[in-house]
Each structure stands twice: as C-alpha cells, then as structure tokens.
C-alpha cells in the first residue's frame, strides 16, 4: 500500500525576512531617509547656532560675490544628491505600496481585470487594501514640499547700486566749471570701461555690478560742461534703458525692433544718445535738440558684498516632510505584514506555485490582446479556446511599452527642445547673470529649456513681477521646474523598466537554467538616478531664489531696500540642456532593439503574465527549479500526442512557428 504525502504549498513569505529584495530595498529606504533626515537637523542645528537667526534667516558668509558663488556650489549638489536619494527611496516604496498581492491579484481576474506588475501603477490604487493607498499617497504628496523648497534653503545676496549718470563734454574733465558736487567725487580714480563694456554694464540696473557711478563723455560741444545728469534708483530699470537709449535705441537695429542691445555692442563706437535736449523753454518744452556720439566713458569701481544665507523656515518644512517619508518607510518595511508581488518573477513563482484557476486553461497571450473587452468577457466565462498557433516573430523592446507612457515620456523630453529650435537664431554668449525685463529681450528667449521650456519662457516674460514679491512665492517660482524633472524621472524611469522587464521576461524562452527570482532591476535605475541628481542640481543653479540689496552712490547699504526675485545663469542653463538632450536618444535606441523570440509580450499585464505561467501535475516546488517556457507534452513522456506550451522544470522543445499548441 502506498501512502499519498502531499507537499506542502510554498506560501511568500511577509515582510521582513532575510533575503528578500523588497524588504531589503525597504529597509535600505528607511535608512538613507533617516541618515538624510539627521544631516537636515544637524545643519539646521549648527547653523542657528554658528550665526544666529534674524526674520528667519541666518547669514554663514558674507564678502566677495565670486567666492560666494564658489562656496555655494557644493552644498547646492549635496542638497540636491540627499533630495534624489529621498525622493529614489520614497518612489521605491510607493512602487511597493502600489504593487498587487496576489489575493488583489486574484480579485481583479475574477472581474476580468488586469493589475500592473513590476512598475509603478496609478491604476492599481483601486484594488488594493486602503492603508496602502494612504501611505502611497502620503508618500507622493509629501515629495511636492520637499520638490518646492530644499534646493533654496541655501541662497545668496546680490548687490545693486543707486548711481548717478551724468553726459558730459571733453570741458568737464579739463577742469571746466560745475556744482554738481555729489558727482565731482574722486572722479580722478575713475576708471575706463569701454563704451561696450559700459552698455553692458548699465543696460540693466539690477545686475550684479562692478561699478557705480558713470560719466559719458562726448565730443558734442555745449555752453556747459554737465549736459545732463541723471539720478537713478537700482530697482527701476525702466529709466536706466531710457538713459542708454535716451527713447530711441532701435536706430541701432536694422530690424527695427527697440530692443536690440547685441547690435548696439557690436557697434559700440557709433553709440549715440538721441534727441538729447541743448535748451528748454519756459514752458517746459524742448527748444533744440542734438544727437550725442559717445567718445568713451568713465565709470567709478563699486567692489560689491555679497552674502550667503540659509533660511530656517524652509529646513524646518523640509525636516516635517523628512519625518513623514521616514515614517512611511519604517512602518511598510516593519509594521505591516503584506506580500507584494513586486516584480515579475515575483508573479511567475506565485503562479506556478498556486495557479489561478480562470487562467489555468487560457492560451498565452499578450497584453493588448488581454486589454480587448472582448477578451475579457470570455475570460469571465471561461471560453477561451485552449490553442494556439505559434509564429516566430521577434519584437522590437519598444512593444513593452503603453502608448500613452511613450507618448508622455517623450512629451516632456521633447517640450524644451522644440521651444528652443524656434529660438535658436538667437545666441546666447551675451548672456550675464540678468533679472526683469532683460529677461523679455529676444537673444534670451533661448531660457525654453528641455525640461520645461514653456514655463521657463513664460516666466522669463514675467520675470519683473517677481520683485518685491515674498520669499516663499519666489521660492515657489524658482522650484516649481523641479517638479516638472520629477515627473520626468517617473516616466522615463517607467519606460526603461518595461523594456527591461519585458527583455528579462523573453530571456526564459531562450535561456535555460532561469528562475522566477526577485530582483530589481537596479542595472539601469541608479544611472538614471545619477543623472537626475546632476540635471535637479543644474535646475537648481539655473533660475534661482536671490535676495538683492541695495547701496546708495557712496556705496553705503541702505536699510530696507532689499527686494527678493529670481534671478538665472546661463551656464548651467546649457548644462541642463546637455543633460536633458543625452537622455532623449537613450530609451529610443533601446526601443529598438529586439526581444528574444519565442514568448508573447506580456509587459507588465498580470492576466498576460499568469496564462502560461503553470507547472506540471507531477512537479513539486517548480518556482524554486531552474525554468524555460517551451513545449513539452501533458504527461511527460515526451508523447507528442498533445502538445503544450508553459513554464516547466523539465527539458523543453522551442516551439515551431506555424504549429499548434495548447496551454499547460
């Protein structure tokens, strides 16, 4: 007599056991987003502590503006490296939080509906325990703080001056007569630009400066040797183009725009200030009027201060939000007892070990023939015919992906660039570190950038209105782009992982010896990663929060004058470009590569991926063997009687395009 001894089932074991891939990137998550949140406070503790705190803000340096951009370089990428390893540790667990188990798995089939396996999947919110949509959510909305205010906790102090410009004639510096005694100060120690160099420098009062007060000298002669002299406040730019261009700069352009300073810098010798009035009459009126050729001009040395200053405010949001993700992490890594099915070998080990008995008897199918109604209906009713005819006929890695997520990814990769051809007749070399209406000029309108380039144009447009507004709403305005790169981030990380998934998936056709283990599919997530940590960290030295202070014509500070904006370097505006150019052709050139013949496309589609994935009568812990999807016959012998295509641990044959199958 024989005794019957069943096996026992292999059950997934829950969260957190040894060896298990998404407890161990949980409980790597929990501890990068713990060690960041410690170096947060620690910062936010030593700085209160190193230089005090007024309104809210701490000042850590203060001196040269060339050292303080250098100085404001490194802590920029660390911030920017701690926010993509948050933000990379929290999309990690909400991927987890979103991944099916294989009871919700079992629930939406009985409906003849299809869960996502193995990538993120908005879609998936609907069929699973509702703790987890709240800890997804919790996770996601907790990133937008964290997006808005931790690159500018860090920011710096530009100086502007209130200066005097005065036009004069060769007289005045021969020692002619004059009373304007504010301007007669140390004009011996002044300095000569170059009228190109001056045009460049005072086109616009609110760039960071290295002079103040000007003296245009021409060879027009005239009954004083002070034509006129001008007052004019760092803040309005407005009259400080009206004095270039004195109302009719656009004589310059040959185009006929007004505001054409590249060729008025490429012409600098022929710099007139128009129109200049020689008399006034009693009524106010000009009498007579002449056009004034600029010789040269003398402009006095401003050495400038700068500062370096860290906001307390936006540390202590960006820790609460901190705290939230550790949170998170710690409790779906430690608390809650679920079994996600990650990944999908994570599914094929499910399957095999416990088969869905509305999938047992389908055919092999692929993910756009699951999402027909059609298909799904009869999958309900179980009248899927049990055959198939199999061809040979590779697929290109592009197949993998949804339409609608090439179509975004691609979307927002393409955005910058098509801007950006529209203006590319218009050079960037003049660029300098610029605010407000320089902003609006045409040779800037090349700030379209890859990533955004609708918002940066349209912001860029705006630029004056962000003067004087509060710190937080320019905070706002300068990170709102970091939003726009994370989004990015998820769809093309989205993208590579389907095309990854679905090549390691095509492998058991044609690669003996696999098994259904877990793994990630960390070989192309931490390059992208890299690369999204140097392109938040470009955005971030792109447009930026700045503070601008403001000195009167002596040079001295003036108390409550400092207004706060958003300023931009071109730099890394380019080097933004670059790296968002390198990443368009990355995913289009794996798109075309072919999968592995032999096995339908199932993607990411659980009913797809549970139809073949069957083991035999007489095999025991088959998601444990080694694995190959191929034919062999119902009862193992080798009898071709019947022929079957599925996942077993035996030796298999490859199917024959042309012949018919049915399903393990």
């Not at 996770?139 to 920011?155: E, T």
């Not at 009126?285 to 201060?305: K, T």
């Not at 095309?499 to 793994?519: C, D, I, K, N, Q």
Request: include cysteine; glycine fraction near 8%; hydrophobic fraction near 40%.
């Amino acid at each position: 007599m024989s005794i019957e001894t069943k096996q026992p089932v292999t059950q997934i074991r829950p969260l957190p056991y040894e060896n298990d891939p998404p407890a161990i990137d949980l409980s790597a998550g929990a501890i990068v987003a713990s060690l960041v949140l410690v170096v947060n406070v620690g910062v936010l503790v030593w700085v209160r502590h190193r230089s005090g705190v007024s309104n809210g803000i701490s000042t850590v340096f203060e001196g040269s503006c060339i050292e303080s951009k250098k100085d404001t370089l490194w802590p920029d990428l660390a911030i920017n490296i701690m926010s993509t390893l948050l933000l990379g540790a929290s999309n990690s667990c909400a991927q987890l939080l979103s991944s099916p188990s294989r009871r919700d798995i079992d629930r939406a089939h009985m409906k003849g509906k299809s869960l996502d396996i193995g990538v993120p999947s908005v879609g998936n919110l609907g069929h699973i325990w509702y703790w987890r949509v709240c800890w997804w959510a919790l996770l996601f909305l907790s990133s937008i703080p964290l997006h808005l205010v931790y690159s500018p906790v860090i920011f710096s102090t530009k100086s502007s001056v209130d200066c005097q410009a005065a036009l004069v004639t060769q007289d005045f510096l021969k020692g002619a007569a004059w009373n304007d005694t504010e301007l007669a100060k140390s004009v011996n120690a002044w300095s000569g630009p170059g009228t190109a160099n001056c045009i460049q420098a005072y086109q616009n009062s609110l760039h960071e400066s290295s002079w103040k007060n000007l003296l245009l000298v021409t060879s027009v002669p005239n009954n004083s040797s002070i034509i006129q002299v001008l007052t004019h406040k760092a803040e309005d730019t407005d009259t400080s183009e009206t004095w270039i261009r004195h109302g009719n700069l656009g004589n310059y352009d040959n185009s006929g725009s007004n505001c054409d300073f590249n060729y008025l810098l490429a012409h600098a010798s022929l710099w007139k200030i128009e129109g200049v009035c020689r008399d006034t009459s009693n009524s106010g009126s000009c009498g007579s009027s002449f056009d004034a050729l600029i010789l040269y001009c003398l402009a006095e040395q401003f050495p400038g201060n700068c500062r370096i200053q860290v906001s307390t405010t936006l540390p202590t949001i960006t820790i609460l939000f901190n705290a939230v993700k550790v949170v998170c992490l710690l409790t779906t890594a430690f608390t809650h007892r679920f079994e996600p099915l990650g990944t999908v070998g994570d599914a094929i080990s499910s399957f095999l070990e416990q088969p869905h008995n509305k999938t047992t008897n389908l055919d092999p199918v692929t993910k756009s023939v699951v999402q027909k109604q059609s298909w799904k209906k009869d999958c309900i009713s179980g009248s899927r015919n049990k055959s198939l005819t199999y061809k040979r006929k590779p697929h290109r890695w592009a197949r993998a992906v949804s339409g609608s997520r090439w179509f975004i990814c691609m979307a927002l990769l393409y955005l910058g660039p098509l801007l950006l051809r529209k203006f590319r007749a218009h050079p960037v070399g003049v660029f300098t570190v610029g605010w407000d209406r320089s902003l609006t000029k045409k040779t800037h309108r090349c700030l379209a950038m890859w990533f955004a380039g609708l918002y940066l144009y349209l912001t860029a447009r705006s630029g004056r209105f962000t003067l004087g507004n509060s710190l937080i709403s320019n905070v706002l305005l300068a990170n709102t782009p970091q939003i726009v790169i994370s989004l990015v981030y998820l769809f093309y990380n989205n993208v590579f992982t389907c095309m990854v998934m679905a090549h390691e998936y095509a492998r058991f056709a044609s690669s003996p010896g696999l098994t259904a283990s877990s793994e990630a599919h960390s070989g192309c997530i931490v390059p992208i990663m890299v690369i999204m940590a140097f392109v938040h960290w470009s955005i971030s030295r792109s447009i930026y929060l700045v503070q601008l202070e403001i000195y009167d014509n002596n040079g001295e500070l003036i108390p409550g004058r400092s207004i706060n904006g958003c300023g931009y370097s071109p730099p890394p505006i380019l080097l933004s470009l670059c790296l968002g150019g390198a990443m368009i052709p990355l995913p289009l050139g794996l798109s075309a590569r072919k999968l592995g013949p032999g096995m339908p496309i199932a993607g990411s589609c659980s009913l797809a991926i549970s139809a073949p994935a069957h083991a035999g009568q007489d095999e025991v812990d088959a998601a444990a063997c080694h694995l190959q999807y191929g034919v062999i016959s119902e009862d193992g012998t080798g009898g071709r009687d019947r022929r079957q295509v599925g996942f077993p641990s035996r030796l298999v044959e490859k199917p024959v395009s042309g012949e018919t199958y049915a399903v393990r």
